[in-house]
C-alpha cells in the first residue's frame, strides 16, 4: 500500500490509510456501477491461499482481483493443514511468494498473516487469521456506513451479540473509535467485550464506549449484529434464553430512528426475523456487496 | 545475624531481586542441579529500600542481553554486578526491555509462534503494568505469564 506494505491488523493502520481506502472504494463501486473494466492489476498474479475454508470470503477477494484485471491462483483446503501432505506453513508461502506478486492468506492460527508477510517479498493481505483479525471485512464494514451515513464520527453505534468471541467486533471497535464514533456494546453476560480492547480503545482515541446489558435502539443509527452461538454455554436453557433475547424482531425495531441501518457480517442464522429482513432497515445483503469494491481498493492500494 | 555467603571471583551478582522471585531468577539463567560452578541464592535478605529482596550470586556466568531483558520482567529494580578476579568491574540496573525477542513462548495455544519453530516477538505495551503483546497473535500478557 501507500505506506504500508501488508495489511495485516487494523492496529497498523493510521486514520490516513482508512481514508484512502474509503475514498478508492467508492471511486471502485463508481467504476463498477459503469462496467468500466479496470486494469491497474493487469499482468499481475494474485494468489488466494485458505488454510482454512471460507468460500465466501475467497470469492470475494478472487472477484475483485479479476475486476483489476488480475490472474488468479487459488487453493482453499479442506481441513488439512497444507497444499501437499506434510509440508509446512512457511513452505508453502515461500513457493507461491514465488509466483504471485500479492498473497492473500487465511489460516485458523493467530498471526499466521503477519508470519506469512515477514516470509514473503510481495504484499500479504490477511483474510482472516483465526480469532485475532480480518482487516479487509472491518474496512469494508466502515465504508459501509461511511457510505449509507456520509460520516462515521459522531453516530451512535451499537454493536449487539458474542463480544467476546467475535473478531469482527473487536477490529470494528478500533476503527470506529478512531473516528469518534459513540459505540455502546451489548452482550450477554459472560460474552462481553475484552476489556483490554475497551480501555485500549479509550486510551489511544479517547473514544466514547458504553457497555450495557439490555438493547435499546432508541437513538441507534447503526446496528452491528453477531451471532450469540448456543455451544458457548454449558446450560442449553439459558442459551435458548440468550438468543431469544438477542433476537432482532420487528418489535426490537418499534420506534428506532427512521434511518437505522442494521448490519451483520454474514452469514447469519436466526438472529434476525424474516419481517427484519424485509425491513427497510436491514442492510446486510447492502453491506456484504461491499465486499468487492472494498478489496479491490485495498489491492489496488497494495500493488504499486 | 548476618549470613555469610563465600565471595565469587568471576560471575554475576544479581542483587535488588522482589523476595521470592530468586528461584525464578535462577531458572532464567537455566541454572539447575547440573550447573558445576558456585551458585549462591539469598532469599528475604533484609533491605533497607524494600523491607525484603533477594539475592542471586552465580559463578562462571556471564549474561547475555536476553537474560536481562527476563530479568528485567521479574525483577525491574535489579542491579547486576559484574564480578572479574574477585572485584565488581561492572555495575548495570536492569532496564525494562521495549521488545523482546525469541525469550518467551507465547501463552496463546493457537499462536502461529506456536505452529513452526517462529522467533517469537513480545512488546511492552504498559510498562507500568508490565503488560507485554504478541506481535504475532496480538494478544496481551502480563509479564508473569511469559514466564511462568
Ligand atoms: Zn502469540
Do not use: W
Amino acid at each position: 500500500m501507500e505506506l504500508v506494505k501488508d495489511l495485516i491488523s487494523i492496529r497498523d493502520l493510521e486514520k490516513k490509510h482508512i481514508d484512502l481506502i474509503l475514498k478508492k472504494s467508492s471511486e471502485m463501486e463508481q467504476a463498477l456501477k459503469e462496467g468500466k473494466q479496470l486494469n491497474s492489476l493487469k499482468g499481475e498474479v494474485v494468489a488466494t491461499l485458505f488454510f482454512e475454508p471460507s468460500t465466501r470470503t475467497r470469492l470475494s477477494f478472487q472477484t475483485a482481483a479479476m475486476r483489476l484485471g488480475a490472474k488468479v491462483l487459488s487453493f482453499e483446503s479442506i481441513g488439512a493443514s497444507s497444499i501437499v501432505k506434510g509440508e509446512t506453513f512457511s513452505d508453502t508461502i515461500r513457493m507461491v511468494d514465488g509466483y504471485a506478486n500479492l498473497i492473500i492468506v487465511r489460516h485458523a492460527k493467530e498471526g499466521s498473516a503477519r508470519y506469512a508477510a515477514q516470509l514473503a517479498e510481495h504484499p500479504v493481505i490477511n483474510g482472516g487469521d483465526g480469532g485475532n483479525q480480518h482487516p479487509t471485512q472491518t474496512l469494508l464494514d466502515l465504508y459501509t456506513i461511511k457510505r449509507a451515513k456520509k460520516k462515521i464520527g459522531g453516530l451512535n453505534v451499537t454493536l449487539l451479540g458474542d463480544l467476546k468471541h467475535a473478531r469482527t467486533m473487536r477490529s470494528l471497535l478500533y476503527g470506529l473509535s478512531m473516528y469518534g464514533a459513540n459505540t455502546t456494546l451489548v452482550a450477554p453476560k459472560g460474552l462481553e467485550m475484552n476489556r483490554e480492547v475497551i480501555s485500549e480503545a479509550r486510551e489511544r482515541f479517547g473514544a466514547k464506549v458504553e457497555e450495557k446489558s439490555k438493547m435499546d435502539l432508541t437513538d441507534a443509527d447503526v446496528l452491528y449484529l453477531c451471532r450469540v452461538q448456543k455451544e458457548r454455554f454449558s446450560d442449553q436453557y439459558e442459551a435458548e434464553k440468550v438468543q431469544k433475547e438477542f433476537r432482532i424482531t420487528e418489535d426490537s425495531i418499534k420506534g428506532v430512528k427512521d434511518d437505522l441501518i442494521i448490519m451483520h457480517p454474514l452469514p447469519k442464522v436466526d438472529e434476525v426475523a424474516p419481517e427484519v429482513d424485509k425491513s427497510k432497515y436491514a442492510y446486510y445483503y447492502e453491506q456484504a456487496k461491499m465486499g468487492i469494491p472494498v478489496r479491490m481498493a485495498i489491492m489496488d492500494a497494495m500493488v504499486v | 545475624m548476618p549470613l555469610v555467603v563465600e565471595k565469587i571471583e568471576n560471575g554475576t551478582v544479581i542483587d535488588h531481586i522482589p523476595a521470592g522471585m530468586g528461584l525464578k531468577v535462577l531458572e532464567i539463567l537455566k541454572i539447575d542441579r547440573n550447573y558445576g560452578a558456585r551458585v549462591a541464592l539469598m532469599m528475604n535478605v533484609p533491605s533497607k529500600k524494600v523491607g525484603k529482596k533477594d539475592i542471586v550470586k552465580v559463578e562462571g556466568k556471564s549474561l547475555d542481553e536476553k537474560a536481562v531483558n527476563k530479568i528485567a520482567l521479574v525483577a525491574p529494580n535489579a542491579t547486576l554486578n559484574i564480578i572479574k578476579n574477585s572485584n565488581v568491574v561492572e555495575k548495570k540496573i536492569v532496564q525494562l526491555p521495549k521488545e523482546l525477542r525469541g525469550a518467551f513462548k507465547c501463552p496463546n495455544p493457537d499462536c502461529v509462534t506456536n505452529l513452526e519453530p517462529i522467533e517469537t516477538l513480545f512488546r511492552m505495551e504498559k510498562p507500568e503494568e508490565r503488560r507485554l503483546r504478541c506481535g504475532f497473535c496480538e494478544t496481551m500478557f502480563e509479564a508473569k505469564e511469559l514466564i511462568s
